[in-house]
């Protein structure tokens, strides 16, 4: 069974919610739901890791992200050549016959041919920290595209779990609906007997057809309900072709202790969003320093061997060699409007790290004031169930001696109902809440250090 419990940097926080309040809510989950839920053996059962697995191996978005970061690891590879030497042999060839004429040497000849052969060897000596700024800036991009894969893993993995615990949570209310209709055909039943031996009116049998018809349809609408949720969960994890299988029930829920200044630390360091966005915002610094030299002179070097061989004179060899610079110190004001599109790129880059930050933060106290409301909700659900269920136990024992009417009885069960319900959604709702809150502090997925 899943047993998780994540914590950020092993910091414990401020529990708001004692942990042996939810042992006394799953006990109640189980005894409540465990003993119907899908008993088929050849039923396939899906864990959460299998499908977060399935999920990264198989989403779109992650394979673009991992092509992206091999892209920029080429682009990295192509800027460090700049450094490094550039080597090219060229060789030509000619022919001349009758009245052509063949120039060779100085000389014409009316006959013959001509060979050339030229080995060129071009170094890059220094260009005032142009190159270095543009393998900087090359690993930089790299480093942003790296911080993309690791969000769109973050979400993927996200996304999984909300269309898992979506399941879970529908699955559970098939089950509920199910007992529901179950109950009620019960009811009808022993209706039924106490009308043909006329200790009930027909109303009271009419009353309890009815329930039957509406937990039948409540039934048929829950089934609907988890067929759409496995397909939901198809979709994100691209693994399964059809809905045959359920998903395993978590039996146990350790609460998260959430205490907002330390998550919002948490977050600020760990979200790959922020890291994106800081690494954009130095790329674009050093696109800048790049712009600004872009009109500074380059100084290179130059060695060629050649080998000349004709059919009117001997062969002809030569080695030269030389330096060149080459200073482009006008260039009608294209640099500078290169800087100044920079500068304004800069800006921009600023003030989307500013803004991540923000939305950042508010993400983490919107995720941690939720878990806070659910675990509420959860303790609230738990005794109005608890209630539901006494109160249902009194009026059937009332009514079996005829001192409360039907339409109590199904007051009563329609309230055990909604109740069941309203419990099985606020645990999804907490599983889903922690799940977002740990995507909110950046502790879902691999760390920035993983390799690509």
Same mark, same amino acid.
């Given at each position: 069974?899943?047993?998780?419990?994540?914590?950020?940097?092993?910091?414990?926080?401020?529990?708001?919610?004692?942990?042996?309040?939810?042992?006394? *809510?799953?006990?109640?989950?189980?005894?409540?739901?465990?003993?119907?839920?899908?008993?088929?053996?050849?039923?396939?059962?899906?864990?959460?890791?299998?499908?977060?697995?399935?999920?990264?191996?198989?989403?779109?978005?992650?394979?673009?992200?991992?092509?992206?970061?091999? $892209?920029?690891?080429? %682009?990295?590879?192509?800027?460090?050549?700049?450094?490094?030497?550039?080597?090219?042999?060229?060789?030509?060839?000619?022919?001349?016959?009758?009245?052509?004429?063949? !120039?060779?040497?100085?000389?014409?000849?009316?006959?013959?041919?001509?060979?050339?052969?030229? /080995?060129?060897?071009?170094?890059?000596?220094?260009?005032?920290?142009?190159?270095?700024?543009? $393998?900087?800036?090359?690993?930089?991009?790299?480093?942003?595209?790296?911080?993309?894969?690791?969000?769109?893993?973050?979400?993927?993995?996200?996304?999984?779990?909300?269309?898992?615990?979506?399941?879970?949570?529908?699955?559970?209310?098939?089950?509920?609906?199910?007992?529901?209709?179950?109950?009620?055909?019960?009811?009808?039943?022993?209706?039924?007997?106490?009308?043909?031996?006329?200790?009930?009116?027909?109303?009271?049998? /009419?009353?309890?057809?009815?329930?039957?018809?509406?937990?039948?349809?409540?039934?048929? /609408?829950?089934?609907?309900?988890?067929?759409?949720?496995?397909?939901?969960?198809?979709?994100?994890?691209?693994?399964?072709?059809?809905?045959?299988?359920?998903?395993?029930?978590?039996?146990?829920?350790?609460?998260?202790?959430?205490?907002?200044?330390?998550?919002?630390?948490?977050?600020?360091?760990?979200?790959?969003?922020?890291?994106?966005?800081?690494?954009?915002?130095?790329?674009?610094?050093?696109?800048?320093? $790049?712009?600004?030299?872009?009109?500074?002179? /380059?100084?290179?070097? &130059? @060695?060629?061997?050649?080998?000349?061989?004709?059919?009117?004179?001997?062969?002809?060899?030569?080695?030269? *060699?030389? *330096?060149?610079?080459?200073?482009?110190?006008?260039?009608?004001?294209?640099?500078?409007?290169?800087?100044?599109?920079?500068?304004?790129?800069?800006? $921009?880059?600023?003030?989307?790290?500013?803004?991540? @930050?923000?939305?950042?933060?508010?993400? #983490?106290? &919107?995720?941690?004031?939720?878990?806070?409301?659910?675990?509420? %909700?959860?303790?609230?659900?738990?005794? #109005?169930?608890?209630?539901?269920?006494?109160?249902?136990?009194?009026?059937?024992?009332?009514?079996?001696?005829?001192?409360?009417?039907?339409?109590? #009885?199904?007051?009563?069960?329609?309230?055990?109902?909604?109740? %069941?319900?309203?419990?099985?959604?606020?645990?999804?709702?907490?599983?889903?809440?922690? !799940?977002?809150?740990?995507?909110?502090?950046?502790?879902?997925?691999?760390?920035?250090?993983?390799?690509?």
């Amino acid at each position: 069974m899943i047993k998780k419990s994540f914590r950020a940097d092993n910091r414990r926080y401020n529990s708001t919610l004692p942990k042996f309040a939810f042992t006394v *809510f799953f006990a109640l989950f189980i005894s409540l739901f465990l003993t119907k839920v899908y008993s088929r053996e050849n039923t396939p059962v899906l864990t959460l890791e299998e499908c977060i697995k399935y999920a990264l191996a198989n989403n779109p978005t992650l394979q673009q992200a991992v092509s992206t970061v091999g $892209i920029n690891k080429a %682009k990295t590879k192509e800027a460090g050549s700049d450094y490094l030497p550039t080597v090219s042999t060229t060789t030509s060839y000619a022919h001349a016959s009758g009245s052509a004429g063949l !120039a060779t040497a100085g000389t014409i000849a009316t006959k013959g041919s001509a060979y050339l052969t030229q /080995t060129t060897l071009e170094q890059l000596i220094w260009d005032f920290g142009q190159t270095v700024n543009q $393998i900087k800036l090359a690993k930089q991009n790299l480093t942003t595209a790296q911080y993309a894969f690791l969000e769109a893993q973050g979400n993927t993995i996200l996304n999984t779990k909300k269309a898992y615990f979506e399941v879970l949570k529908t699955q559970l209310l098939v089950d509920t609906a199910s007992e529901n209709l179950s109950q009620a055909k019960v009811h009808f039943g022993k209706t039924k007997g106490f009308y043909e031996v006329g200790f009930k009116q027909k109303f009271d049998l /009419t009353k309890e057809e009815t329930n039957v018809s509406k937990a039948n349809l409540d039934y048929v /609408t829950a089934k609907k309900n988890y067929e759409v949720a496995k397909a939901s969960l198809n979709n994100i994890i691209g693994k399964i072709k059809d809905t045959n299988y359920k998903v395993e029930e978590i039996q146990e829920i350790k609460p998260i202790e959430a205490n907002l200044s330390e998550a919002i630390i948490v977050a600020t360091k760990n979200r790959n969003e922020i890291l994106k966005k800081e690494s954009e915002l130095k790329a674009a610094q050093t696109d800048l320093e $790049i712009k600004k030299k872009g009109n500074w002179p /380059t100084l290179s070097m &130059d @060695t060629s061997y050649g080998a000349k061989d004709s059919n009117t004179t001997s062969a002809v060899d030569s080695l030269n *060699f030389g *330096f060149l610079l080459k200073w482009p110190w006008f260039d009608s004001f294209k640099t500078q409007s290169q800087v100044e599109e920079a500068e304004e790129n800069l800006k $921009i880059a600023r003030a989307n790290f500013q803004e991540q @930050t923000l939305d950042i933060i508010l993400e #983490v106290q &919107d995720a941690v004031f939720s878990l806070e409301e659910v675990e509420e %909700k959860i303790k609230s659900s738990a005794k #109005v169930l608890d209630e539901s269920r006494q109160n249902l136990e009194i009026i059937n024992a009332r009514y079996q001696e005829g001192l409360s009417s039907v339409v109590e #009885v199904n007051d009563a069960e329609s309230a055990l109902v909604s109740a %069941k319900k309203n419990y099985v959604m606020a645990l999804a709702d907490y599983l889903m809440a922690q !799940a977002n809150y740990e995507k909110a502090v950046g502790i879902v997925g691999q760390s920035p250090r993983t390799n690509f």
